[in-house]
């Protein structure tokens, strides 16, 4: 039988589709809110990338880098520093918040999810690349 069975813990069809454009959302509302409430662009362009760090724990191995990477790519960090930022009038935390947040968003829209610990492109949205074959599915 030739049937496809889904990656494990890859989210696929419809309900991925529905994760990148939330990413899209996140994206499109952080760069909205950074643009209203944020500091300059030049600092939204230094650190859009600075929660990739994360991935330094993959010089470790692929369950601390995992684990790394998905802490600083979950909403909860920049949803707490949004929060501390807010409550404490300090507009230089809560404008590195919606960098956060917009950094999650973009990666989201790439399809570069949450890891496994099994390896840096086995995602919640799916295979990194194309090594795997096809993106949804392993055969």
Same mark, same amino acid.
Do not use: C
């Given at each position: 039988?030739?049937?496809?069975?889904?990656?494990?813990?890859?989210?696929?069809?419809?309900? /991925?589709?529905?994760?990148?454009?939330?990413?899209?959302? +996140?994206?499109?509302?952080?760069?909205? %809110?950074?643009?209203?409430?944020? /500091?300059?662009?030049?600092? !939204?362009? =230094? *650190?859009? =990338?600075?929660?990739?760090?994360?991935? *330094?724990?993959? *010089?470790?191995?692929?369950?601390?880098?995992?684990?790394?990477?998905? %802490? !600083?790519?979950?909403? +909860?960090?920049?949803?707490?520093?949004?929060?501390?930022?807010?409550?404490?009038?300090? +507009? @230089?935390?809560?404008?590195?918040?919606?960098?956060?947040? @917009? &950094?999650?968003? %973009?990666?989201?829209? *790439?399809?570069?999810? +949450?890891?496994?610990?099994?390896?840096?492109? &086995?995602? &919640?949205?799916?295979?990194?690349?194309?090594?795997?074959?096809?993106?949804?599915?392993?055969?």
């Amino acid at each position: 039988m030739d049937e496809k069975r889904p990656v494990s813990g890859v989210v696929t069809d419809s309900p /991925q589709v529905f994760l990148r454009i939330e990413g899209a959302v +996140l994206l499109a509302v952080s760069l909205f %809110l950074y643009a209203r409430y944020g /500091q300059t662009w030049w600092l !939204f362009a =230094l *650190l859009l =990338l600075a929660p990739d760090v994360g991935m *330094l724990g993959y *010089l470790a191995d692929t369950r601390v880098g995992a684990t790394t990477y998905n %802490l !600083f790519h979950t909403y +909860l960090g920049p949803a707490i520093l949004l929060i501390v930022g807010i409550a404490a009038d300090r +507009l @230089a935390t809560y404008s590195i918040a919606f960098i956060w947040f @917009a &950094h999650i968003g %973009l990666d989201r829209v *790439l399809g570069y999810g +949450l890891k496994y610990r099994d390896g840096f492109k &086995h995602t &919640h949205l799916g295979v990194i690349g194309r090594a795997e074959g096809n993106l949804k599915y392993r055969i």
